[in-house]
Structures are given as C-alpha cells and as structure tokens.
C-alpha cells in the first residue's frame, strides 16, 4: 500500500494527468510524499484509510421458501408472481474482488431467461 499510493500520488503531479486533477485535496498526502518520507506515508494511509463493503447475498436462493429461499434459480421471488431479484443480492457467497461485473453479468443473464 505504501508503494502504491506514493506512486499514485506523484503520478498525480505529473503531465498530463495532474493537469486534470482540478479539486482534488492531497494535504493529507503532501509531506508524505517526498522522497524518504516512508514514515509520513504511513501515518497518512493508516489516518486515511478505510473499507468499502460490498453488501451481497442478502436474498436466499433456492426451491423451496420453507427452508429460506427467497427466489428461485432465475431470481424470480417465491410468491410475488412477476416480480425478480436479479443483483448481487442473490449470489451465494462474497465474491474476491468487486462484484460490479458479476452483478452486471446476472442481470444480464436473468434478464434474457426471464424475457423468454
């Protein structure tokens, strides 16, 4: 993390890309990005740092609402005739990176089973 945000940060001084950096406020990392200032880097990650959840499988998916399921294998909801979960809602387990494309991916998919 140290090497990556250093090099991002005086990436973002260079041309042309610090040229489009119009309001982007980089106190926090101003000292820390000098030269041998590892130390520096550190405290602003550490004091700047945070996560971002990426919420999924808060729907069950399964056959048989008795036993928890929420929708069906095409996302459609046990019964609510005509109405689909098709997010990532439905997916069984966190997925190791983002799931914006996977997201994407069902919604694709369902949407196209659905329609037929």
Avoid at 5 to 18: A, F, I, K, S, W
Avoid at 79 to 106: C, N, Q, R, Y
Wanted: overall charge negative; proline content about 9%.
């Amino acid at each position: 993390m140290l090497i990556a945000v250093g090099r991002d940060r005086l990436l973002l001084r260079q041309e042309p890309d610090g040229s489009l950096v119009l309001h982007a406020d980089l106190s926090p990392w101003e000292e820390a990005t000098h030269p041998g200032s590892v130390e520096g880097l550190h405290r602003a990650i550490i004091e700047n740092a945070y996560s971002i959840p990426h919420v999924v499988g808060t729907c069950a998916m399964g056959p048989s609402p008795e036993e928890g399921a929420v929708v069906d294998a095409l996302g459609r909801v046990h019964g609510v005739p005509g109405l689909a979960v098709v997010d990532a809602s439905i997916m069984p387990e966190p997925p190791s990176a983002f799931p914006h494309i996977i997201t994407i991916m069902i919604a694709e998919h369902l949407s196209k089973e659905l329609a037929t």
